[in-house]
């Protein structure tokens, strides 16, 4: 089903509308491209459903507690929105192509988590595998129409997080797996980052360089 006919903005006695199309629609008189929070929200909820986050599903517009309005590509990079729910999920939204290509849980992705008090209530066993991460992080991609086998991807690569601060004997070992997939045509470039919390058994990050479900055009 689109999200857009199962998704409702609850909006209390306001609406909250923004200029600039969350859909790519452009205004036939000016040219330019128009967002707003009403509809980009609905594929915002549709990836939080598919994800199994830790939001309200559906998604309504009192959960948006940060909305960074869209941003036209100046020849190079992507057109995009963001949004922030809850203070602590981010999500960012390509405009051309009607999808999340980035997601981020601030409480507990080890892309952002780095100071000792935020480290050391996180350091407990681990209830998965690294195996059992890659096995979650590839229902990710299929749960969000991406199709491993069709994509310019090279195999898999599943690291466990580590922390050791100063003066310690020895690492740590962290409940948190990063699974990426390089690029075929650049193995440098990760195609597909995917972070698992092993412990909650959440995804709390993903990202990929190319926001479409059908494989880049070969040059």
């Given at each position: ?55 309200p599903h559906p998604l309504e517009t009192n959960r948006v507690t940060r909305f960074s309005g ?47 008090e935020d480290i050391k209530p996180l350091i407990r066993p681990s209830k998965i595998t690294k ?89």
């Open positions: 089903m689109n999200p857009r006919s199962q998704v409702c903005v609850a909006l209390g006695f306001v609406c909250l509308m923004f200029p600039g199309s969350a859909s790519a629609k452009m205004n036939p008189d000016s040219n330019i491209a128009i967002t707003n929070l009403v509809e980009v929200l609905p594929y915002i909820s549709d990836f939080v459903g598919k994800l199994e986050l830790e939001s869209y941003r036209p590509k100046r020849g190079y990079g992507r057109e995009t929105v963001s949004v922030t729910v809850d203070r602590k999920l981010h999500f960012h939204y390509d405009v051309e192509h009607l999808l999340v290509y980035g997601f981020t849980d601030d409480r507990y992705s080890m892309r952002y988590l780095w100071r000792a195996a059992q991460a890659l096995e979650t992080a590839r229902k990710c991609l299929k749960r969000l129409g991406y199709s491993e086998k069709e994509l310019p991807l090279l195999p898999p690569r599943v690291n466990q997080w580590t922390w050791e601060p100063p003066g310690a004997p020895k690492p740590e070992l962290l409940p948190f797996f990063t699974v990426e997939w390089p690029f075929s045509k650049h193995p440098d470039w990760e195609y597909f980052t995917i972070e698992i919390d092993g412990y909650r058994e959440k995804v709390t990050h993903f990202s990929t360089i190319h926001p479409r479900q059908d494989p880049p055009v070969k040059e």
